[in-house]
Structures are given as structure tokens and as C-alpha cells.
């Protein structure tokens, strides 16, 4: 369970990597109409990147050591946020790796389950934050270069052609 939501949560920083033109291309506050909730999604991924980094190091450090403290720095390359949240972002991965270091000093279920616990509520914000990106891929684009449409006519006594 832990293994496929720490895929989820890869799988939407990997979204995030291919989105990275369009989000480079406007600052944050201005992509987003709801920028605080969207800082509040991103220290919430911080955190939880910060308490998975610790239980995973401690449960897998060979194939986890530093996949976490990696996937953090990822994210806050690809957000480039503001320096204030970049900073805010940092200090809840640091504080969710000591609670998690201090609470779990070693590897049983409890941690286990307590990562898996961490990673669906990182899901769901992960979620969250590709949802704007989504709807913008979804969006039709529109060539800055194509002829306008002409006007649509609403005069049907113009209309002869019609054999009503």
C-alpha cells in the first residue's frame, strides 16, 4: 500500500516535471486564483515529503536513502516559489523529518503505517496541485496568429437558401 502511494505521489511530481513550461511561464500567485490554499497544498507536500524521507531512510536505505530529500528538491525547481514559501516549504520538510526521526527510531509498523498514512494525505494533495494543470491541458488553445471568426449572423430573413 505505502509502495503504490509513493508511486502516485512519483507519478504526480513527474506530472509536474512535464508541466514545467507552462508553469514557468506565469508566477504562481498568478496560475492559480486560490494561492494560499495552494501554498498550504505545497508545505503539506513538503512535511510529508520530510516524514517519508526519514521512515523510508530508516525502513529501505538502499533503494530509498535519499529519493524523498530528491523529490523535495524537484519540487521546489519545478514551483520556483516565492523566496518567503520556498523558505516556509523547506522548514516543514525539515520539521517533518525530525518528528518523524524522533517519533520512529527504528524501522516496524508502526512507521510503516504511519508513511502510508503520510503518503495518501500527500496524495491527495498532489492532487491538488496537477488539478489546475489538467484543466489547463484540457483547455483548447488559441493561436494568437489565426484570423478572428467572423461574426455570427442571427438574421434569418437573410437566409433564402433554406426551404423552410
Not at 11 to 28: E, H, N
Not at 64 to 85: G, H, V, Y
Not at 142 to 156: E, F, K, Q, R
Request: with cysteine.
Amino acid at each position: 500500500m505505502a509502495n503504490l502511494m509513493s508511486k502516485r505521489i512519483a507519478l504526480c511530481a513527474l506530472i509536474l516535471a512535464g508541466a514545467t513550461p507552462l508553469a514557468a511561464a506565469t508566477p504562481l500567485a498568478a496560475q492559480d486564483p486560490d494561492y494560499e490554499a495552494r501554498a498550504a497544498d505545497l508545505k503539506s507536500l513538503s512535511r510529508a515529503f520530510g516524514e517519508l524521507h526519514a521512515i523510508r531512510r530508516l525502513c529501505d536505505p538502499d533503494r530509498e536513502a535519499e529519493a524523498w530529500r530528491d523529490r523535495m528538491r524537484k519540487l521546489i525547481d519545478l514551483e520556483t516559489p516565492a523566496p518567503s514559501l520556498r523558505d516556509e516549504m523547506i522548514g516543514e520538510f525539515n520539521d517533518g523529518f525530525r518528528s518523524a526521526q524522533a517519533r520512529f527510531p527504528y524501522c516496524d509498523r508502526d512507521a510503516r503505517d504511519h508513511a502510508a498514512l503520510v503518503a495518501t494525505d500527500a496524495d491527495k494533495a498532489a492532487t491538488r496541485l496537477v488539478e489546475p494543470i489538467y484543466e489547463a491541458l484540457a483547455r483548447p488553445a488559441i493561436d494568437p496568429y489565426a484570423p478572428p471568426a467572423p461574426p455570427a449572423s442571427n438574421d434569418d430573413d437573410d437566409n433564402n437558401d433554406s426551404p423552410y
